[in-house]
């Protein structure tokens, strides 16, 4: 059984500054991992899936990194901007092959505030 | 290239009431998958479709089903409604080809907001 983790749970910080957003899983047989923003009421927004045999995924400000055989992977965001303010979820497919089909375990989501 | 559209957005009902939710895909995806958000248990796995056919099944009660039509549009059903079943509820679609080294990529819809009261 997948399980997923993130830590921080919420996270403050003044606008400009970098920071990273952990994520952990127990199964490491996974194809990949995605991250996604959700902003209040609204559903998910995907910025970045990182196959397996990738370590790093970038995408503007943002960098994924993958590392299966510790089960984590880390969101770097640059320069963080108020805009950026979201909970951010990290999901991994539940299992090998068929038996993850369409079907993600997510995290508990880091809520990040970014200060003007 | 137009998303994942979900209708309706909002909707209210009374216990005992069932509802139906619509999920349209992005065009060329013919993996649908349906997922229930709350405050308390975050983001629950429903069920899956693949051309027409459920794939996946997450642990809820035969309450709450599901269906692919040939466009691969999808329609999800929940029976005799409770309070508890309250939720935003998202659909996702990808290619659904879950080959190493493919894509596998999810995208969401804005989500059905339930309300039963």
């Known amino acids: 059984k997948q399980e997923v983790t993130q830590i921080p749970a919420a996270l403050s910080v003044p606008e400009g500054e970098n920071l990273v957003l952990n994520c952990s899983f127990t199964d490491s047989a996974i194809y990949n991992l995605q991250w996604f923003r959700q902003d209040p009421g609204k559903g998910l927004t995907s910025l970045l899936l990182i196959q397996s045999s990738q370590r790093e995924q970038t995408s503007g400000r943002l960098n994924a990194s993958l590392d299966k055989s510790s089960g984590r992977s880390t969101l770097y965001i640059a320069a963080s901007q108020p805009g950026d303010s979201a909970t951010y979820l990290c999901a991994a497919p539940h299992g090998a092959g068929g038996t993850s089909y369409g079907k993600l375990t997510f995290g508990q989501g880091t809520i990040l505030t970014v200060h003007p | 290239k137009a998303g994942v559209t979900q209708t309706p957005r909002y909707l209210i009902k009374t216990r005992g009431q069932q509802v139906t939710l619509s999920c349209s895909p992005i065009?060329?995806?013919?993996?649908v998958s349906w997922y229930q958000q709350t405050p308390g248990q975050g983001l629950q796995f429903l069920f899956e479709?693949?051309?027409?056919?459920?794939?996946n099944k997450g642990n809820f009660p035969g309450r709450f089903s599901g269906r692919q039509f040939s466009n691969s549009r999808s329609e999800m059903n929940v029976s005799t409604l409770e309070l508890g079943d309250s939720a935003l509820y998202l659909c996702?679609?990808?290619?659904?080809?879950?080959?190493?080294?493919?894509?596998?990529?999810?995208?969401f819809g804005e989500g059905s907001r339930l309300t039963v009261l």
């Open positions: 479709y693949f051309s027409e056919t459920q794939r």
């Open positions: 065009s060329g995806h013919r993996s």
């Open positions: 996702a679609s990808s290619l659904g080809d879950m080959r190493p080294g493919l894509s596998g990529e999810l995208f």
